[in-house]
C-alpha cells in the first residue's frame, strides 16, 4: 500500500516536472513580443481586435500612416505589390489610418473602400488613431521615440524582427523605390 502510494506520488511528480519543462522549453515561451507591437487596436471599419503581437509575430514591418484623401494616396497600389512580393517571406505591411493631418475620411466605412475597393489593398489596415505628438497610438510612440515623427501621411517605418526601427522613410519615397526595397530585402 505504501508503495502504491509513493508510486503515484512520483508518477505525478514526473508529470509535474515534464509539464513544467515543456512549458519552459517550447518555442512560444521564448518567442517574446517586442513591447512596440504589444498591444490590441481595431481593424479599419471593423469591431475586430486586432492582436498587434499576434499578427507580427516576430517578423519584419512596414508600418505606414495613411489617409484616404491625400496626393500620396495612390501609394496603397505600391503598397500592396510589396505586401504581395514579400508577405510569403516574411514581410507585415500594417497601416494606421489617421486624421492627424486633417485627410481621412471622417466617415470609416468610406475610408475603408477607398483603401480595400478602390486600391486593392489586403494587407491589415487599423482604424483611425492619432500617429504623433502626445495623442499618438501606443504603436507610434514607440515609432517616434526610435525615428522621427511623420511629418504628413504615408510615412514608412521599416521595423526589424526584435521591434526596432531600422529606417524612416518620408512620404515621397515611393513603396516602388529601390531605396524602400533594398531596405526591406537586407531585413528579411
Known amino acids: 500500500m505504501v508503495s502504491t502510494a509513493v508510486q503515484s506520488v512520483n508518477r505525478y511528480f514526473v508529470y509535474a516536472v515534464i509539464g513544467f519543462f515543456n512549458i519552459v522549453f517550447s518555442t512560444s515561451s521564448f518567442a517574446v513580443c517586442a513591447e512596440i507591437f504589444d498591444h490590441k487596436m481595431r481593424q479599419l471599419h471593423s469591431q475586430n481586435q486586432i492582436d498587434i503581437c499576434q499578427l507580427v509575430d516576430q517578423k519584419p514591418v512596414l508600418v505606414i500612416n495613411t489617409a484616404s484623401h491625400c496626393g500620396f494616396t495612390r501609394q ?4 500592396e505589390k510589396l505586401h504581395q512580393q514579400y508577405s510569403d517571406s516574411g514581410l507585415v505591411v500594417l497601416g494606421f489610418a489617421s486624421d492627424d493631418f486633417n485627410q481621412e475620411d471622417k466617415d470609416e466605412s468610406k475610408a475603408a473602400d477607398i483603401c480595400y475597393v ?7 489596415m487599423l482604424a483611425p488613431s492619432s ?3 502626445k495623442q499618438a497610438n501606443p504603436v507610434f510612440q514607440g515609432l517616434n521615440e526610435q525615428a ?4 504628413w501621411n504615408f510615412n514608412k517605418y521599416l521595423v526589424d524582427k526584435q ?7 518620408g512620404s515621397r519615397v515611393s513603396p516602388e523605390s529601390k531605396e524602400l526595397m533594398q531596405a526591406i530585402e537586407s531585413v528579411l
Do not use: D, E, I, R
Request: avoid cysteine.
Open 163 to 169: 521591434g526596432k526601427v531600422v529606417k524612416h522613410f
Open 148 to 151: 522621427k515623427s511623420p511629418s
Open 131 to 133: 500617429v504623433k505628438g
Open 118 to 124: 478602390n486600391y486593392g489593398v489586403t494587407f491589415t
Open 76 to 79: 496603397f497600389k505600391g503598397l
